[in-house]
Nanobody, 128 residues
């Protein structure tokens, strides 16, 4: 199981930006599925974005498309989520996740890793 530690959350006003980071231990294969989920109190978790490391393939949810971008730095073992034009409805705990899902699952909007594959999370609060 990979070790994942998120950071970069905080409180920001609507329209602001944040960049989340997820430092992770080395993964056991040359390609891996990594991504971000979020969960607001009393709501179901939502897949925000995912990326198949070692390729250019990625997925971003329609709910955040054109505002959020996912990237990965292999040299730094770090996954990022750039969030611009934040809205109050983006307020949630954001979790990094990783597992060996195949590429088409990882980037097809169907990736659903076990909670055991998630990090502890970082809180994002957007005020109006």
């Amino acid at each position: 199981q990979m070790q994942l530690v998120e950071s970069g959350g905080g409180s920001v006003q609507a329209g602001g930006s944040l960049r989340l980071s997820c430092v992770h231990s080395r993964y056991p294969s040359s390609t891996y599925c990594m991504g971000w989920f979020r969960q607001a109190p009393g709501e179901e978790s939502e897949g925000v974005a995912s990326i198949y490391t070692g390729s250019t393939r990625s997925y971003v949810s329609d709910s955040v498309k054109d505002r959020f971008a996912i990237s990965h730095d292999n040299a730094k073992n770090t996954l990022y989520l750039r969030m611009d034009s934040l809205k109050p409805e983006d307020t949630a705990m954001y979790y990094c996740a990783a597992d060996p899902a195949p590429r088409d699952v990882c980037t097809g909007g169907r990736w659903s890793p076990s909670r055991r594959s998630w990090g502890p999370g970082t809180q994002v609060t957007v005020s109006s």
